[in-house]
């Protein structure tokens, strides 16, 4: 299952993890954002072990929306050590995703 | 997702206008986007639901029961809700937006889309609005819009609040993503 991260964890559950992190960055009235929450959710639990998929609620987090400069939704951050490895902004199809996770597994 | 799409119900406009209607549709049925419009049979309105349905799509329409008695309203949409007044129509079609697409049209086009922006305005309505600006139809009114913020009636961050396509197929880039233009547009709302 993906996990909510907000600006108090964000450090440590991302930036920390000893995993690759996928970050959903979406809000509840955004539609397009609908299309990529249940893929979000099928690479969760597809990768379970081998990398962390976490969802921030734009609205709830405004600061590391802002550190990020995140203006279109969804915008979804690859991270890998604490820095960001890759990005995809818009509703895309799932493959570009995966495409961009493997690359750093 | 849901796409409320305002449009021209005129037959007397340059076909071109009537083509791209067409293409928005059948785009809109390809990427699996819902379609709630005015429910008209004829004009833009009548080319868009044409289109969303002969390519497998889910279309919406929403009119007022008095135009449906004049026999304005499209024969075969998927669903078809009558409302009590134009305001009604209006009101319904916000609710059920998860964005909007104005195609060019008179000024009961017009009045929905810059009820949109200013729905935006306020932080009443969230999600994106998009101008297709087929043949440039739009030219004077964007220009307008310039107009407005250059005198102040209008904030410059109130242009984040629209997105203007050439074509049905930017118009398709631009629904998947929403630009989140002001974090609380209530606070920037008064000039």
Avoid at chain 1, 64 to 90: C, E, M, W
Wanted: with cysteine; glycine share 8%; proline share 3%.
């Amino acid at each position: 299952m993906a996990i909510e991260v907000n600006d108090n964890n964000f450090d440590d559950l991302v930036l920390k993890s000893d995993k690759p992190v996928v970050v959903d960055f979406w809000a509840e009235w955004c539609g397009p954002c609908r299309m990529v929450g249940p893929i979000m959710e099928e690479i969760s639990h597809e990768y379970e072990g081998r990398a962390l998929v976490a969802k921030c609620d734009v609205d709830s987090c405004p600061g590391v929306s802002a550190k990020y400069s995140i203006r279109n939704i969804p915008t979804v951050l690859f991270f890998k050590d604490g820095k960001i490895a890759d990005k995809q902004v818009g509703a895309v199809p799932k493959n570009n995703f995966v495409v961009k996770l493997n690359a750093l597994i | 997702m849901t796409v409320c799409v305002f449009a021209s119900s005129s037959s007397r406009i340059d076909n071109d206008y009537a083509t791209a209607a067409s293409t928005l549709g059948l785009l809109l049925a390809k990427a699996k986007m819902d379609v709630v419009y005015g429910g008209g049979g004829i004009g833009l309105m009548g080319s868009l639901a044409d289109a969303v349905l002969e390519n497998g799509g889910k279309i919406t329409g929403v009119i007022p029961s008095f135009m449906k008695d004049e026999g304005w309203d499209h024969s075969h949409v998927s669903e078809m809700i009558v409302t009590s007044d134009m305001g009604e129509r209006k009101k319904k079609m916000f609710e059920m937006a998860d964005a909007i697409v104005a195609l060019p049209g008179g000024v009961g086009t017009l009045e929905e889309l810059t009820e949109a922006m200013t729905l935006r305005q306020l932080g009443l309505y969230e999600g994106s609005i998009i101008i297709l600006n087929t043949l440039n139809f739009y030219r004077s009114f964007i220009d307008f819009l310039e107009h407005m913020v250059s005198g102040n009636f209008l904030r410059y961050e109130h242009k984040g609040m629209w997105e203007i396509a050439d074509t049905p197929q930017e118009v398709i880039e631009l629904l998947g993503k929403t630009k989140t233009w002001h974090r609380n547009p209530r606070s920037i709302a008064r000039i």
